[in-house]
């Protein structure tokens, strides 16, 4: 009797200092160098992105962290190793949830992480979008005269696409209007921003990033965006609602997300250092420069927008015919 009152009180004492440990490693967060996992090459665009926010929260912290390139498949590769990682906080996932959490089951045929449930989504980040543009030295300057062109041309107009996002948003805007232009698939921007400023092909749907600087050196132009409305960060180019494309709202979303089960205390220190930081003069700053809108969140507006979005990508895989790999 002795002994299991020993072994009883044994017991408390250890799952006691167990909680203690438990406690004083969420307080002192981050005991351990912090990896931000990039699912982009270094020194892209969306890698400097990802580098920017690692550094700030480096600053908000306290602590180490350090980004961690793990490319390919296109993002699965990064996306199925947060997934599997240790949930004590030290690898979190700043990346487009738009792509890799809600388009993911239609751009995929087999997913062997739960884009919902493998994951602690904590908030968003910021979003940008894709932009339809025009030579500029073609004669069209608005959305209502590339479709007069487009229905002149019947099958023989063509699109340039690169990215299921570029494809969804030429697929939707040809079915508004019932056109037959023709997609011509590119597997590099090299080629595909050559054909169009040369006039090879009639538009092209494409990464506001990538065209900035030939939109603003006037080698482009653009007509509207893949989102309803304009942008902040890209005021003088008009929303697809207003351009004449109804229906149309494709937002690259981007957010943090750590893997399930990471300590719920821990995650909303991310979460509201992660929202401190998009509300700093220069983030917003660094956001317009690169075609991006601040988009603050938490755990449940960030869950909400990924349900919604989920069944968004599946209208518009339906629409643009998009193949799973």
């Not at 089951?105 to 493998?118: A, C, G, M, Q, S």
């Not at 229906?247 to 750590?258: P, R």
């Not at 089960?261 to 917003?284: G, M």
Request: glycine fraction near 8%; charged fraction near 20%; aromatic fraction near 8%.
């Amino acid at each position: 009797m002795l002994h299991r009152r020993n072994f009883v009180l044994g017991a408390a004492v250890a799952g006691a200092v167990s909680a203690r440990g438990r406690e004083a490693s969420a307080a002192d967060y981050p005991n351990g160098v912090i990896h931000a996992i990039a699912m982009f090459a270094p020194g892209s665009g969306a890698d400097v992105k990802i580098r920017f926010y690692a550094n700030k929260l480096a600053l908000k912290c306290g602590g180490s962290v350090v980004v961690e390139n793990r490319t390919g498949a296109m993002g699965y590769i990064a996306t199925q190793y947060v997934a599997r990682a240790k949930p004590d906080g030290l690898t979190i996932f700043i990346a487009p949830g738009s792509s890799m959490f809600a388009a993911a089951p239609v751009l995929f045929k087999t997913l062997e992480f739960d884009p919902i449930n493998d994951f602690e989504h904590l908030t968003t980040l910021n979003y940008s979008t894709f932009v339809l543009c025009v030579s500029s030295e073609s004669p069209i300057k608005s959305i209502p005269e590339l479709t007069t062109l487009l229905k002149q041309k019947g099958a023989s107009g063509t699109y340039a696409s690169i990215a299921p996002p570029s494809v969804a948003f030429g697929e939707t805007y040809k079915s508004r209007f019932d056109l037959q232009t023709v997609e011509v698939k590119y597997k590099d921007q090299g080629p595909l921003i050559a054909d169009v400023v040369n006039g090879v092909v009639d538009f092209m749907c494409i990464d506001i990033i990538s065209v900035a600087g030939l939109i603003k050196a006037g080698q482009l132009r653009p007509l509207c965006v893949a989102t309803a409305e304009r942008l902040k960060s890209i005021p003088d180019i008009p929303g697809a609602r207003e351009a004449g494309i109804p229906g149309l709202d494709i937002k690259n979303w981007w957010s943090v997300s750590v893997p399930a089960k990471t300590p719920r205390d821990i995650c909303d220190k991310l979460e509201t250092w992660f929202n401190d930081i998009n509300a700093e003069p220069d983030t917003v700053k660094f956001l317009y420069d690169n075609g991006s809108d601040p988009m603050p969140g938490n755990a449940a507006s960030v869950k909400a927008l990924l349900l919604e979005d989920t069944k968004n990508w599946r209208e518009y895989a339906r629409i643009a015919h998009i193949e799973p790999v």
